[in-house]
Nanobody
Framework: VQLVESGGDLVHRGDSLTLSCVAS????????IAWFRQTPGHERERVSC????????NYGDPVKGRFTTSRDNAKNTVYLQMNSLKPEDAAVYYC??????????????????WGRGTQVVVSS
């Protein structure tokens, strides 16, 4: 049971990139799904969350207006569309499921089924 991230790449400042998060061994539609990112020496930062109840979304302040998360339950997949990328967006991006049944991904202890991450590099 896990989530598998993909789509990371080396891009230039201002480029766009879409990450995918595919559920393996469970049905993704039953969970709110969050994207996180982490750089060496820093704490993991929550980037976005998409509700399993009504598809509502919330975003971290650094990415508001530039990133969009969406879900395709038929494909058991959540996406993160990243636009206007900046060098400070470079990180390993992970997705995780909220196992507490909450729909806003705001309780760190509830997040699980972590994948191995996908690397995003943004050159200036």
């Amino acid at each position: 049971v896990q989530l598998v991230e993909s789509g990371g790449d080396l891009v230039h400042r201002g480029d766009s990139l879409t990450l995918s998060c595919v559920a393996s061994g469970f049905t993704l539609k039953d969970y709110a799904i969050a994207w996180f990112r982490q750089t060496p020496g820093h704490e993991r930062e929550r980037v976005s969350c998409i509700s399993h109840v009504d598809g509502s979304t919330n975003y971290g302040d650094p990415v508001k207006g530039r990133f969009t998360t969406s879900r395709d339950n038929a494909k058991n997949t959540v996406y993160l569309q990243m636009n206007s990328l900046k060098p400070e967006d470079a990180a390993v991006y992970y997705c995780a499921a909220d196992l507490c049944g909450e729909d806003d991904c705001r309780t760190p202890a509830c997040m699980d089924y972590w994948g191995r991450g996908t690397q995003v590099v943004v050159s200036s």
